[in-house]
């Protein structure tokens, strides 16, 4: 089946469920088992045990995403981070090294310096346009490679098969952050990749309204050690949520379709403002990555960056601090515009533009109404400027 159709029918398929066309919300913590042998077995109906380990809401979820990903196996998770640390740490143990793409979401960072480093696990981070070039910062201890194609901030698409390539040769595994493309518009696992995780938050849930993360896996090794993992942290995401993501799944295709479409109109119209310096987008000829972009990716979707000219602070905040439609906040995904200053972390390949970075989410909105939005932030950033000189 394409995926458009994976999209509508995916967890639907357990005969005794009612028949309502999207599976109810099935909340519970303890389950009873009918006798003895069922209890020790930890085998209830369903495949139900402990609530912890998920409900019939849950298994649909994990089922119509892992065939929309193509995976062998999907786990749910309260949020994306939870999904990236529960992923590094059940792949991971002391000793070893791994290594991070420069890119990476900066909370993924934040985890490999301070709990990976506290339980003896080395992290490298690595140029995101290495490639091949991979191969030399591997050591014998290396265990993991972790991308991010694109990274969330700055955008430049790492070749994934090259690095999975590696990887693979090496005896490591490869775990990626899908997260912007989804599966729909990169299939990891036709590039070499062995476990993904998502911020489920953003697209999947698509409306701003629920934390969610997923882990994929392809592979039994690797699916027993994820399974053990989530297993050992213990936090679910609730049945509730769980429901709220498996709706959004259903017009996720169409939502992504109007993100992609919409993001390149604003993206290409910023690209000709005399205020910005580039645009990161993959899918613009000068965003690094581009020819792997087109060669991997099925489409793009409504996250990008913009570097401005230099300008002053309070300028900058005239901007921002009067947008109509563009909101600040620390997501995307949702069907809202957002627009918020970014700060790059890095250090194996460093940021150096002199202008601002903005990073800018395309909603649902009319295109023409954010661009009259984009426009009057540019006019009151230049007033600010006058006044300031
Ligand atoms: C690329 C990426 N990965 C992971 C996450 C973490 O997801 P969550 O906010 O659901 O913890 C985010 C959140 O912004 C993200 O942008």
């Known amino acids: ?19 309502l066309v999207n599976p109810p919300v099935c909340r519970g ?47 749910v998770v309260a949020s994306g981070k939870a999904a990236i640390a529960v992923a590094m740490t059940a792949l991971v143990a002391t000793g070893d090294h791994v290594l991070v793409t420069d890119n990476a979401y900066g909370p993924t960072r934040h985890f490999c310096d301070h709990v990976l480093r506290r339980f003896g696990v080395e992290t490298t981070y690595f140029p995101p346009m290495i490639g091949a070039g991979i191969a030399g910062l591997l050591r014998p201890n290396t265990k993991l490679v972790f991308t991010e194609a694109p990274g969330s901030q700055t955008f430049e698409v790492q070749d994934v098969p090259a690095l999975a390539q590696a990887a693979k040769a090496h005896g490591a595994l490869t775990v990626m952050d899908n997260t912007w493309a989804t599966p729909l ?17 953003k697209y999947v849930v698509g409306h701003s309204d629920a934390m969610m993360g997923l882990i994929t896996w392809c592979g ?29 799944l259903r017009t996720m295709g ?42 991997d990716f099925k489409g793009s979707s409504g996250l990008f960056g913009v570097v401005l000219q230099p300008v002053g602070h309070p300028a900058l905040a005239a901007m921002l601090d009067g947008m109509e439609l563009f909101g600040m906040g620390y997501s995307w995904g949702g069907y809202e515009s957002l627009m918020i200053p970014a700060e790059p972390m890095r250090t194996a390949a460093p940021w150096h533009d002199a202008g601002p970075l903005l990073r800018l ?21 230049h007033r600010a400027e006058k006044g300031a000189a």
């Open 220 to 248: 039994a090794e690797v699916g027993r050690r994820i399974d053990a993992g989530v297993k050992d942290f213990g936090a679910p995401a609730s049945p509730d949520d769980c429901y709220l993501a498996l709706r959004g």
């Open 29 to 75: 913590s303890t389950v009873l088992f009918p006798t003895l042998e069922a209890l020790q077995n930890r085998k209830g109906s369903r495949g139900l045990s402990y609530g912890r380990h998920g409900t019939p809401t849950t298994f649909a979820l994990q089922e119509a995403f892992a065939a929309l990903e193509g995976a062998d196996g999907c786990h």
């Open 1 to 19: 089946m394409k995926d458009d159709t994976l999209l509508v029918t995916g967890g639907r398929s357990h005969p005794d469920e009612p028949h």
């Open 254 to 295: 169409v939502r992504l379709r109007h993100h992609e479409t919409a993001a390149l109109e604003v993206a290409r119209w910023l690209q000709a403002r005399p205020e910005v310096a580039r645009v990161l987008h993959p899918a613009l000829a000068d965003c690094p990555g581009h020819d792997v972009f087109r060669r």
């Open 185 to 201: 518009f990169f299939r990891p696992y036709d590039h070499g990749v062995d476990v993904t995780i998502h911020a489920a938050t």
């Open 361 to 381: 989410h395309i909603g649902l909105e009319d295109v023409g109404d954010l661009l009259a939005d984009l426009e009057a932030g540019f006019a009151r950033l």
